[in-house]
């Protein structure tokens, strides 16, 4: 029903810059809530950013200051851009995206995934 690309990923040195990109495509009706999570080799998936219909947004402690995202609610599209990236940074970024699709049953909630993206940063 709902389908999610991610792009944007990629190996980076200390101190670079990354933009992610998340674009959802299908029976969409409206889209709520929007946000980044990563997982690291041997940790659990952990929540970066979230982002809401109304645009109001959360970070995790670890990337506030460095990390921003972002909406276009015209593309269905929702953002990462990542500054002064460092090591402890490198994990798989997935994005997720909640809402509503009109097909095949008007109303129904979706909560969708992205495959994820390789974050690599190097020191």
């Known amino acids: 029903q709902v389908q999610l690309v991610e792009s944007g990923g990629g190996l980076v040195q200390a101190g670079g810059s990354l933009r992610l990109s998340c674009a959802a495509s299908?029976?969409?009706?409206?889209?709520?809530?929007m946000g980044w999570y990563r997982q690291a080799p041997g940790n659990q998936r952990e929540r970066v950013a979230i982002?809401?219909?109304?645009?109001?947004?959360n970070y995790a402690d670890s990337v506030k200051g460095r990390f921003t995202i972002s909406r276009d609610n015209a593309k269905n599209t929702v953002y990462l851009q990542m500054n002064s990236l460092k090591p402890e940074d490198t994990a798989v970024y997935y994005c997720n995206i909640r809402g509503i699709v009109y097909y095949p049953t008007p109303g129904l909630e979706f909560d969708s995934w992205g495959q994820g993206t390789q974050v690599t940063v190097s020191s």
């Open positions: 982002i809401t219909s109304g645009s109001s947004t």
């Open positions: 299908g029976s969409i009706f409206s889209i709520n809530a």
